[in-house]
């Protein structure tokens, strides 16, 4: 593919691109808010995941202003559950540095938003503005490498300015945006990391991995580092229709301001029964949860929960957990639950 012109490689795809593109909700325009809003979503999420909270944010936040003037507990909350939060935190403070100074409308106006690295820039100018950047991300490296036939290591630095290099000669620039989400429609339904459905692939032609009969040996990554396993026991003591949560505080920056359940061993007095148990991957750790659970009838018998002295944290009720920072992890425990469940919303 390298070298080729590459004219008939983009009417192929744009021509397929054109004709089978996915429904997604964040293209139905080119507006600015909702474009920045789905990309940042999209990072590390797949596309299912993120359809309801795109809808959800933008009812909650319909304008930048909004999104601006809200409180950052509020932003936090709106995307409790998608997890990456540092993502959330950008958003807000680039939210406030767009009502201040105005749409961006250059590449290196995109980039300067906090949060925006090059594939985010590169997107948003490129649909938005109409800019000719070339967007690399994850599933169009994958695609460039087997096109290419070239097995280079995709971590390496070298790696991957020859990919981009290489999608930014295949560009349209007549129609970058069209060009970078059909690139990644490719990847995301198509050329997939494990089973590429070849037969079907409209740019299959030009494929040289393909035609070496090595597209599912490429790309070539480095060896995954081995996953550690922890055990996370938690607690939910439940009341009457509440929950007791407690902060996180700042030492574990990330997760700052949200909320979560306590682990057993703070309230290892407090008895209970082993109620649920399931897995939690975070990049290279997977968490075995087990949750233990302390209804207020069945334990406490002398006084109210809320006169017994629980440091550090606090009752909520059940329905207020939708409006809440809750860690994931929390929200899954009490999805668990069947006295949680009902009241919370939070299957
Ligand atoms: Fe991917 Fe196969 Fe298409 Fe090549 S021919 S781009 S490997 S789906």
């Known amino acids: 593919m390298t070298g080729r012109s590459a004219l008939p490689f983009r009417r192929a795809l744009l021509g397929w691109y054109d004709s089978v593109r996915r429904y997604l909700p964040w293209r ?7 474009v920045w809003i789905s990309e940042v979503m999209l990072q590390q999420t797949r596309v299912e995941a993120v359809i ?12 930048i202003r909004a999104l601006a003037d809200a409180p950052e507990a509020d ?47 590169a997107a948003i100018s490129s649909i938005v503005l109409g800019l000719p950047h070339a967007a ?20 390496a630095p070298r790696t991957r300015a020859r990919f981009a290099a290489e999608a930014q000669r295949l560009l349209d620039t007549h129609r970058p945006g069209d060009f970078n989400q059909a690139m990644m429609e490719l990847g995301a339904t198509v050329c997939l990391p494990r089973t590429p459905l070849c037969p079907e692939c409209p740019v299959q032609r ?16 480095l060896k995954k580092a081995a996953v550690t396993e922890i055990v996370l026991e938690l607690l939910a003591m439940l009341w009457d229709g509440r929950v007791f949560l407690i ?3 700042d030492a574990e920056k990330r997760l700052a301001g949200f909320w979560e359940l306590p ?50 944290g606090r009752w909520f009720d059940l329905s207020e957990l939708t409006s809440l920072p809750v860690t994931t992890v929390t929200r899954k425990a009490l999805a668990g639950l069947s006295e949680a469940k009902p009241a919370a919303g939070l299957s």
Do not use: M
């Open 247 to 249: 902060r996180r505080d």
């Open 28 to 34: 139905e325009s080119s507006d600015f808010y909702r």
């Open 75 to 121: 932003v936090l909350a709106a995307w409790s559950g998608l997890g990456y939060y540092s993502r959330a935190r950008n958003l807000h403070r680039a939210a406030k540095q767009v009502a201040n100074q105005g749409v961006p409308a250059s590449h290196d106006d995109v980039l300067s938003l906090p949060g925006a690295g090059p594939y985010t820039a």
């Open 263 to 312: 682990p057993r061993e703070l309230f290892a007095e407090v008895p209970g029964t082993r109620a649920s148990e399931f897995t939690h991957r975070i990049v290279n750790d997977r968490f075995r949860v087990v949750v233990w659970k302390a209804v207020w009838k069945a334990v406490w018998k002398a006084a109210a929960p809320a006169t017994v002295k629980l440091e550090g």
């Open 206 to 221: 030009f494929c040289a991995g393909r035609a070496a009969g090595r597209e599912r040996e490429l790309p070539v990554k």
């Open 52 to 63: 309801p909270y795109f809808h959800r944010f933008l009812e909650q936040f319909p304008s």
């Open 136 to 155: 690399v991300d994850g599933n169009v490296i994958r695609v460039i490498s087997r096109l290419t036939n070239d097995a280079a290591e995709i971590s």
